[in-house]
């Protein structure tokens, strides 16, 4: 049985040994030559007998209960997570296991009210102890991969590493391109062996690869000019070097990011619920940046890098507790990627909006249909609209006459019908101003004008957001007029004859207005109030067909044919960053690539 600490008492059994390595202080920094004569050595234990790589995970029993089942009956979360990855989760020497991730399963459980159970797992019997269901959740460094969709299912990301190259400060080299004919040290059938070789030969370019049994034997190579670089985990390198070794730095540039999530079993789809829905809410509550706060902090990483779930409409509404979920494993009746290798039709709702102020399609009507027809196309099936489905696409694919739904903003107000998908874009409140105008360029710029403002009638969220802006903004709620509008027209009047300032109103409505008059009127960049997200949905757990929109989706973002897509048909601000997870590009027998 693995080691288990219980986390949410002051109660231990037995005593607890550890070998604690060189405590990290601060990461070493990009360029840190300064340091004087040799290095130490490095502090590195006798090398370990080599393990052999993970056998093949045996296949799980059947199970017709969620592992919510057993978390009620037993007031317990069981969390398997490795006891020795530095700032992801480390067995300290009171038998507390503390770090990023260690704190994440326990704020999840606190905020279940139940207690937490660390079990201690390995690299080789991690996944088969989730499997078995010995273990609820699996973390610690848990990369989200598509090469294991077929068994587990995974939260949303929690964190992204990047796997790096590291080198003598004093070297010369800068940039990744840099290594092109240099000699690079990495451990074998390591992941950052496999991201460099990937990277080198996806870019045409060849180094001298030297292999080693150990990072640590690695980082003694480029000590002592044996290699030119060493390329490894960012986090790995920061435990081994940090503190250490002087007169290193970090080469600009990434091979390949590696996004962390929290693992289940396959199927759980209301495990995965319940986790994610309590990511977001850790983010919401702000209970989510003072652990990464703790951990990796603004010094070391930059906010930039650090990755959050995003939050979903009506989470406040959601008041389930965890009680409240339920606990049966419910399966698709047709699972879609059967039809999609039978060659049959795509079924798709949410298609055939009206036509906006300027005569043509909605943006997002273009921007729908033009992704649909790629990913249609890399599957090798054809669409089919579900006519009468435009407004009412999640009621269509909930009842099954879809197999997929477009332009869905994900929520919480109905959950367990249908699972959401694939954040595609994004809209906010945005200011219209007259053509031409210099005087509003944001909105506290009313702080010295009129405070006149046009928001359409049936949006009174829009009149409610702009007094919350004017609080913020140190201007007198009370001194805002309201001009409600009742047609687009309307919007056009108020602006052409100055009576308000600007039009506050939704982005998908104020651009066609623009677009459609532009000597009159013009979009003033800044979003207001939380973005809103657009997703497509699926079936619900219909896991296999989520995944499979999922990663070509990421591989239409990473051959730009997504970019060039939004920029052709949205244009809206900027295409979002998608993260991309590692691992084939054919998923199910289906192509997903260009």
């Known amino acids: 049985m ?3 600490i219980v986390r949410s008492t002051l109660w231990r059994v037995g005593l607890f040994t550890v070998l604690l390595l060189v405590a990290v202080v601060s990461m070493f920094s990009q360029a840190n030559a300064e340091g004087p004569g040799t290095p130490p050595p490095l502090a590195t234990l006798v090398p370990p007998t080599l393990v052999p790589p993970p056998p093949p995970p045996t296949a799980p029993p059947p199970f017709t209960q969620s592992a919510i089942a057993g978390i009620k009956a037993n007031n317990v979360l069981r969390v398997g997570i490795l006891y020795n990855i530095g700032r992801f989760s480390t067995l300290t020497s009171t038998g507390d296991v503390d770090g990023f991730e260690a704190d994440i399963a326990q704020a999840i459980a606190d905020d279940w009210g139940v207690k937490l159970e660390f079990h201690q797992v390995t690299r080789q019997n991690a996944l088969n102890l989730l499997l078995s269901g010995q273990i609820d959740l699996l973390m610690g460094q848990v990369v989200l991969s598509r090469d294991a969709q077929a068994m587990v299912d995974y939260s949303d990301p929690l964190f992204m590493n990047k796997q790096v190259a590291l080198v003598n400060s004093d070297s010369g080299l800068k940039e990744l391109k840099d290594l092109v004919g240099k000699s ?32 640590d034997d690695a980082i003694r190579a480029l000590i002592n000019k044996e290699v030119d670089a060493v390329v490894g985990d960012r986090w790995e390198l920061d435990q081994r070097v940090n503190g250490v070794v002087q007169g290193v730095s970090l080469l600009n540039g990434v091979f390949r990011t590696d996004p962390y999530a929290i693992a289940m079993r396959r199927y759980d789809d209301n495990l995965r619920t319940l986790v994610d829905r309590t990511l977001q809410r850790l983010v919401q509550s702000n209970r989510f940046d003072p652990i990464y706060d703790l951990w990796f902090p603004k010094d070391l990483m930059p906010v930039e890098d650090r990755i959050a779930p995003r939050v979903w409409k009506d ?21 879609v990627i059967a039809k999609i ?4 039709p795509l079924r798709v709702a949410g298609l055939g909006a009206p036509p906006d102020a ?16 790629e990913m249609a196309r890399r599957w090798g099936v054809q669409v089919q609209s579900v006519p009468n489905s435009y407004g009412n696409a999640e009621d269509v694919l909930a009842s099954g006459q879809a197999d997929l739904a477009v332009g869905i903003e994900p929520h919480w107000s109905k959950v367990d019908r249908v699972d959401f998908v694939s954040i595609y874009a994004q809209h906010a409140y945005r200011l219209m101003t007259p053509f031409g105008t210099t005087v509003i360029k944001k909105f506290d710029d009313l702080f010295a004008t009129n405070r006149q403002i046009g928001y359409f009638d049936d949006d009174p969220a829009a009149l409610d957001l702009v007094k919350k802006l004017a609080d913020k903004y140190k201007i007198n709620p009370d001194s805002i007029k309201g001009i409600a509008l009742k047609s687009d027209q309307g919007s056009l009047q108020v602006l052409g004859d100055r009576t308000a300032n600007f039009v506050f109103g939704d982005s998908l ?20 109030g939380p973005a809103k997200p657009i997703a497509f949905a699926v079936p619900r757990n219909d896991a296999d067909f ?49």
């Open 2 to 4: 693995p080691n288990v």
């Open 184 to 215: 690079v040290g990495v451990v074998m059938g390591s992941p950052s062996e496999a991201a460099f070789n990937s990277w080198m030969q996806g870019n045409n370019l060849q180094s001298n690869v030297k292999r080693y049994l150990m990072l």
């Open 315 to 335: 989470l406040d509404t959601d008041s389930r507790a965890v009680a409240d979920f339920a606990t049966d494993i419910v399966m698709p009746e047709q699972p």
């Open 341 to 344: 290798t039978a060659k049959q």
């Open 358 to 373: 300027t005569g043509k399609p909605p943006v997002l009507e273009a921007f729908n249909q033009a992704l649909i027809n």
């Open 509 to 528: 409505r104020l651009l066609p207005i623009a677009q459609a008059n532009p000597t009159a009127a013009q979009m003033v960049d800044g979003d207001y």
């Open 546 to 594: 989520r995944v499979l929109v999922d990663v070509t989706l990421q591989d239409m973002y990473r051959d730009g044919t997504y970019q060039n897509l939004w920029k052709a048909n949205f244009g809206l601000g900027d295409p979002l960053s998608m993260v991309v997870w590692p691992g084939s590009s054919t998923l199910f027998g289906i192509k997903t690539s260009n």
